[in-house]
């Protein structure tokens, strides 16, 4: 009897099983020491007042109101000044509400994002970064500086920290024809800044994820090029890591999901290594700080309590990876959540800087950028005492 495979040998079989099983898991680059203590800092950029990132975001900005067009634009100009390379989309719905009668609400979803320079869109699988924008309709007044002002600033300073990173590695990969070789040729990055995660009078179904449902929706009615590698826009989301209520002191980030904990713990671990290099600015309470209190556990021992209600509900339920970023300590938000005193000066700035740097970290580790990011003088200085080359593409760390 004739074997189903052709007569090769069961050894065979199970050296090239293992050969294209370990093929896209191969590696995962680590960002070095001395790359990790020169990622930039925000300097001035999180002042409350005057800050160019996160203070013109500090303002009331509900859906279809002035606020909102002004933070809208300020994203923006941002990209467009600080980013040009980034192609900008504006993805817009409307919908009634309970508190608007008849009247149609607009709600406008903010992506930016970029990709190799030769790649098709179809064929880019983009680490996606995600924050909500809207603030809340009620109380009057409401500021949402965790929720989520703070995050949305972070993300800017992240994207704007490996920009040109980016720049340098696409380039010496087009110059060394390494571009259609390698599952890093087809690696993007987004951005989504999404309107209307707040319900208008309470949470429900319906009132609620305005602009996540109607992207969502879109992104997976929407088909890619024939011949892509990605079918739709949705499944062209590699991961999508959604961060709200993030800008307190000490918070408490749980791990929600078996399938992305050891994303998870990437991020925890780089907090670790970032807080062992004295790179953090806010000190924890506790002896140890740890953000990521999950960080030890194995993906079979997360708490499954089940995810909290948020954005990334509407990309969950078609399937989309998600790593849920967010401060809810077993015990709760942050005390000042979705009261008046979720404001500017309750903001804890060095805690703000701080999860900018860890999120620059874990893009610039996702998007391989190790030896093409900027150094300080001294690490670089550091780096020739100690004989490093730059640009290392084999030095990968098996995951
Ligand atoms: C998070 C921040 N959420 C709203 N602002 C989502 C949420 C709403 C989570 C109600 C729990 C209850
Ligand atoms: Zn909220």
Redesign the pocket.
Known sequence: MSSAYGGLSPLLILCLGLFFFSFPVISYQEISDETLKSLPRPKTDFDIHTGALLSPILRTRVPGTEGSRAVLNHFVDFFQSSLPDWKIELQNSTSKTPVHGNKDVPFVNFIASRDPPWAQAGDVGRLTLVA?YDS?YEPEGFI?AI??AAPCAMIMHAMRSIDAGLTKKWEKMRKSGRKHQSLEGQKGIQVLFLDG???FKS?SAED?LYGARSLAEQWDDEVNAAMSVYKTPLSSISLFVLL??LGSKDPTIQSYFETTHWAYKKLAALEKRLRGLNQFKSTGNAPKPQWFIDGSKGEHELSGFGS???DHIPFLDRGVEILHV?DASPFG?PKV??TLDDNAENLDIDTVEDWSVLITAFAAEWMELEGFMQMSKKASREENVNGKASGQWNKKTEL
């Open positions: 909500h809340k949402g929720d989520s995660e707040e319900a949470w609620s709200d209520l909290i209600q948020d967010i938000f959540w979705h």
